[in-house]
Nanobody, 119 residues
Framework: QVQLVESGGGLVQPGGSLRLSCAAS????????MSWHRQAPRTERERVAH????????NYTDAVKGRFTISRDNAKKLVYLQMNSLKVADSGVYYC????????????WGLGTTVTVAS
């Protein structure tokens, strides 16, 4: 059974930091590109960052460049999103996703973890 389970969300003040984790099981983790996505109320889901199978290539949406860092541990089947200098606009539900290289659409999704940035 494939599972992606996100954790680490919560309430943080503007300027603060959070580290999200996503635990994968039920598929060959190292064979998949992993990504983080977010969705704020009344907006479309957007991809925040992705990381290649072995972590050598990362990519970020412009809004988070320089503040967020995606990483992965293939031995532990975990992917992380370190979020620094958080802004109110970063609030939303953060989802972890897995897709095979070359695919556009994710094969698997987690259920999400909520991040709220507020003073």
């Amino acid at each position: 059974q494939v599972q992606l389970v996100e954790s680490g969300g919560g309430l943080v003040q503007p300027g603060g930091s959070l580290r999200l984790s996503c635990a994968a099981s039920g598929f060959t983790f190292k064979d998949y590109v992993m990504s983080w996505h977010r969705q704020a109320p009344r907006t479309e889901r957007e991809r925040v960052a992705h990381i290649s199978k072995y972590g050598g290539v990362t990519n970020y949406t412009d809004a988070v460049k320089g503040r967020f860092t995606i990483s992965r541990d293939n031995a532990k089947k975990l992917v992380y999103l370190q979020m620094n200098s958080l802004k109110v606009a970063d609030s939303g539900v953060y989802y972890c996703a897995a897709r095979r290289p070359g695919q556009v659409v994710a094969d698997y999704w987690g259920l999400g973890t909520t991040v709220t940035v507020a003073s």
